[in-house]
């Protein structure tokens, strides 16, 4: 799923770019990385019964 959302999701491919150009992070780290971002993103939505909003998940993105 988390790769699926590199191809699909803007912010999540900016995340994944940072990770492996800026971090010089291995492809499997920052992968995993990701699956754990994704994951916390997650469940913090379906806790708060929120639509996704890349300004809530990113803030830094503003």
Known sequence: MTICMVMTNPDIRALHHYNGDEKKL?????????????????????????????????????
């Not at 499997?28 to 300004?55: D, Q, T």
């Open 26 to 62: 291995k492809k499997m780290k920052f992968i995993m990385k990701l699956c754990g971002k994704v994951a916390r993103m997650l469940v913090g939505l379906a806790k708060s019964s929120e639509a996704y909003s890349s300004v809530k998940v990113f803030p830094q993105a503003t």
